[in-house]
Structure formats: structure tokens, C-alpha cells
């Protein structure tokens, strides 16, 4: 199973700032998600980071707001944009090798936005 | 995209088996079911996966009905340890390479002593 490394575990942030969070794999990948679980509850994809290439987002997410990087096979960070409260929620890195491969998660990243 | 329903609680005494249902009756012959679990403040894990056969693995054993339209998650022997949200959860392809994890609200399951 891969090792996925989120950076920061958790945040606390202002209003209006941005927050970036890394995603560090210890093996290459094919596939690299974003999610994010507000508050009691599910996990919502935001986003498949794509290497060299635009990441592809869900719906009611938009680059503006989650601008993605994916430069290589092992890492990618996700931005939080001009945050508000309801930013606030835990965000999680997750990474498949292929179609038929288990994907896995990393621990999260807690976002406050006060 | 399939959809799942799954109890929304569920209790179990230490030691014995639990056994978790879900139902996807709009799953398409090519989607698997996915099941994870999520120990408060974790990142999910993954516990087992399968097409139309049943699998077991080290974790859990995994029973689909012959229709696919239903599926079985069972912890043999539940453990405090075990108690967790568990994801129900059919994989949808999003391209020829990739696929996504549409989760649920998941099972919250209290083992008790």
C-alpha cells in the first residue's frame, strides 16, 4: 500500500487568506484525488489532479477556488482560495495506481477558517 | 451514477460478527463495490473490494448477491477497535483511466463490550 504524507495536519486560517496543502506519495501513482468532509459529514470529491495537465473537477467545484498542481507521479497540492468559514472542513489526499488497484487515503488536513 | 443505502447505525457485541448491508440496485456489470471505514479522525481505510464473487481477505469478508443488487460487509469478530463509519461505496469510472469514490453517509458501528 502507498504511503501518502499530507502537510499540515491541521490549520487555522483567515478569512479572505489561502491555505495550500501538499499531498508527498512514496511511490508513483496514476491517480491522485482531492476530497473534502465538512463537518459530521461525508467525503465529497472535489477533484482528480492529472499529471501535466488541468486537474478535473466535480461538480460545484471550480478552479478559481481549488487551484490544483500535479507536476509529477508522487506529489500534488490543493488551494483553498479566499477562504470563509465554510471552508472550514477536514480535506483529504487520495491516491490508486490503476483502475484496478484499492485507492488510499492520506490523514487529512483540518482547516479552520476564523 | 449508482447509488447506495446503507442503515445509518448499527450496534454489535465484542466477539461476535458483524454484518453490514447495502444495497445498490442501480449498479451497472462493470462497477465494483468498495467498502471503507473511517476511525473518527482518520483518513479512510480500505477494507475489501469485489465485482460478483464473494472475497474474504485478512479484514473482512465480503458477500455480493447474485444480482449484484445487494452486498454484505462482515466483520467476523468485531473488535472496540472496529468501531468506525463504514463506506458502502460503488466505483464509478470517470475515464478510460481513472475513477472516482462516491461516498456515502456510510454505517456508523458501535461495538460494545
Known amino acids: 500500500s502507498a504511503v501518502i504524507s499530507q502537510k499540515p495536519s491541521r490549520d487555522i486560517c483567515q478569512r479572505g487568506t489561502s491555505l495550500t496543502i501538499q499531498c508527498q506519495v512514496d511511490?508513483?501513482?496514476?491517480?491522485m484525488f482531492w476530497y473534502r468532509q465538512q463537518p459530521g459529514q461525508s467525503l465529497t470529491l472535489i477533484a482528480t489532479a492529472n499529471q501535466g495537465s488541468e486537474a478535473t473537477y466535480e461538480s460545484g467545484f471550480v478552479i478559481d477556488k481549488f487551484p490544483i498542481s500535479r507536476p509529477n507521479l508522487t506529489f500534488s497540492t490543493l488551494t483553498v482560495s479566499n477562504l470563509s468559514p465554510e471552508d472550514s472542513s477536514i480535506y483529504l489526499c487520495s491516491v490508486a495506481d490503476s483502475m484496478n488497484t484499492e485507492a488510499f487515503f492520506g490523514q487529512g488536513t483540518r482547516l479552520t477558517v476564523v | 451514477d449508482a447509488k447506495t443505502t446503507q442503515p445509518p447505525s448499527m450496534d454489535c457485541a465484542e466477539g461476535r460478527a458483524a454484518n453490514l448491508p447495502c444495497n445498490h440496485s442501480?449498479?451497472?456489470?462493470?462497477?465494483?463495490v468498495y467498502w471503507y471505514r473511517q476511525i473518527h479522525s482518520q483518513g479512510p481505510q480500505y477494507i475489501i473490494h469485489g465485482l460478483k464473487n464473494n472475497e474474504t481477505n485478512e479484514m473482512a469478508s465480503l458477500i455480493i448477491t447474485e444480482d449484484r443488487k445487494s452486498s454484505t460487509l462482515i466483520l467476523p469478530h468485531a473488535t472496540l477497535r472496529d468501531t468506525a463509519v463504514y463506506y458502502c461505496?460503488?466505483?464509478?469510472?470517470?475515464?478510460?483511466?481513472?475513477?472516482?469514490?462516491?461516498f456515502g453517509k456510510g454505517t456508523s458501528l458501535l461495538v460494545t463490550p
Open positions: 442501480t449498479i451497472s456489470g462493470n462497477e465494483y
Open positions: 461505496i460503488v466505483r464509478v469510472a470517470i475515464s478510460n483511466s481513472g475513477y472516482a469514490l462516491n
Open positions: 511511490s508513483q501513482v496514476t491517480m
